[in-house]
């Protein structure tokens, strides 16, 4: 059976994005000799696709439970049980229905399990998704080379429901105390199975990794933490997009990544853009943080993360912006953001349909063309780096100690010292443009003095950081070093 139709994917071209599904029976429907996919293979010979009037493609008979045709053989699922084949010279169209048949040959030249169907006109970015054994087909997310058993018959799927998450102390909104959570796994489609979880604190860097059995749902108690990365997943099935989950879970003030500058009406030629800060010890995944209902993705590719501490500006011209910034050290990624109004707006950072942070503006913010911090609510133009990220992290704790810093901006055979006044010991650390440690100095209790930071342990010039921390509070002070 034709199962599923994507013709016009939005993300990539449709030469990378279009495919038809076909399902193979379970069962054996005749023939003899050994068993192929639940055929005898003495007794099929080839699989035949056509579209409309064209040519019919000709297969070899497949080996999985799934036929896949793409545009190239690289995009072909890697999945245990689905087979693929070329569309070849076989374009969809994106504006019209089609019509599609497919069939078995058998050796003797007979042709069996026939089945022909209309699909109707593509929907940009959606798959048509065959209901059961009807002609009816219904728009949903792609699923390639996987069963979708909201729609197929006789899938063997056992899913992981949304997490369910609880606070189990009154005081938990209350940010100087412990928090703690009850977490619920919840499956559906099955009666039982194991259950992979891992539970990560993003602030504190600890984590908790664990399998259990699960039937039908499993309860975790006293997992401790004001941002939490939960991620767990069951053993793979015919159905396996919905075999795993990833939630975050953040009180009000505790996202990890904040929107830390905002410039909705710079100056000509300068274009518009805003800056989000990664303010945990720990590298973050971009896969499911975006802005709300504008500029797309921010993950380019599996690999795109912010490391600790970093700053990401995102514009819609990062050649221009790079001009006007004069270094290379900032982080820029083209997005289009549409329009910021300049006399008005709001900007909302989501991880996946969870809004984490939200800032708005108007007249009597900031002044065009000044650009402002979300986090003071002040006028600043500090591209990269963080002036205010002694106030990111106030919103988490008292300030434990008083320090200053000699210059932002100092030449790398200049001099750059910082003064710590405090009752208890502080960790000093100098940071590169990536969060990494190039050098470390612990100021004792008391002592109430300026210390040195040796500028050439950095490996270039540009964005820096000087790490200030004692117990559980870090403050993380931006400069720029000059040639």
């Not at 010279?89 to 599609?100: H, K, Q």
């Not at 219904?138 to 390639?144: K, Q, Y």
């Not at 004001?226 to 975050?248: C, G, H, I, M």
């Not at 600043?380 to 704790?397: C, K, M, V």
Request: contains cysteine.
């Amino acid at each position: 059976m034709l199962v599923e139709v994507l013709a016009d994917p939005v993300d990539v071209s449709d030469s990378q994005g279009e495919f038809v599904e076909i399902r193979l029976p379970d069962e054996a429907v005749g023939g003899s000799g050994g068993a192929k996919s639940g055929f005898g293979s003495a007794a099929f010979d080839s699989l035949f696709v056509q579209f409309e009037e064209k040519a019919a493609l000709r297969f070899p008979f497949p080996e999985g439970r799934r036929f896949v045709l793409v545009h190239d053989s690289v995009l072909c699922p890697q999945v245990d049980g689905v087979d693929c084949g070329l569309l070849g010279a076989v374009n969809l169209p994106n504006s019209r229905e089609t019509y599609w048949r497919t069939w078995v040959g058998r050796r003797d030249g007979a042709l069996i399990c026939h089945d022909s169907v209309s699909v109707p006109s593509p929907k940009a970015g959606a798959s048509f998704q065959r209901v059961k054994e009807t002609d009816r087909w219904e728009v949903t997310e792609p699923t390639l080379g996987e069963a979708n058993p909201l729609y197929e018959f006789g899938v063997n799927d056992c899913g992981l429901e949304p997490l369910t998450a609880t606070l189990l102390n009154e005081g938990a909104l209350n940010v100087t105390e412990v928090v703690e959570w009850n977490l619920r796994f919840s499956m559906s489609g099955c009666d039982s199975s194991r259950i992979h979880y891992r539970v990560e604190d993003l602030f504190r860097g600890k984590a908790w990794k664990d399998s259990s059995r699960i039937g039908p749902s499993l309860e975790i108690d006293g997992v401790s933490g004001k941002a939490l990365q939960v991620t767990a997943f069951l053993p793979r099935d015919e159905s396996s997009y919905n075999d795993s989950l990833d939630t975050l879970l953040v009180l009000p003030g505790s996202s990890p990544i904040v929107i830390s500058e905002v410039h909705h009406c710079p100056q000509e030629p300068e274009p518009e853009w805003v800056e989000v800060f990664n303010r945990t010890g720990r590298s973050l995944s971009l896969k499911k943080f975006r802005f709300c209902d504008r500029g797309g993705l921010w993950e380019k590719s599996a690999a795109d993360s912010i490391a600790p501490f970093q700053s990401i500006i995102f514009t819609k011209d990062t050649a221009g912006l790079r001009e006007i910034l004069g270094y290379r050290d900032a982080r820029l990624v083209q997005l289009s953001l549409g329009y910021l109004n300049n006399s008005s707006g709001k900007l909302d950072l989501c991880y996946g349909d969870v809004v984490l942070d939200s800032v708005s503006w108007d007249k009597s913010t900031v002044s065009c063309p000044l650009g402002f911090s979300p986090i003071t609510g002040k006028a600043e133009y500090t591209p990269g780096f963080q002036r205010s990220a002694q106030s990111l992290s106030a919103r988490q704790n008292e300030i434990p100690f008083m320090y200053k810093l000699s210059s932002r901006m100092v030449r790398r055979n200049g001099s750059l010292r910082v003064y710590v006044e405090s009752e208890n010991p502080v960790e000093l650390k100098l940071l590169d443009s990536a969060g990494r440690v190039q050098w470390t100095q612990v100021a004792p209790a008391r002592s109430n003095a300026w210390w040195n930071v040796p500028l050439n342990d950095l490996p270039r010039t540009g964005v820096a950081f000087v790490s200030l921390r004692s117990g559980k509070f870090e403050n993380l002070v931006g400069f720029i070093l000059r040639p």
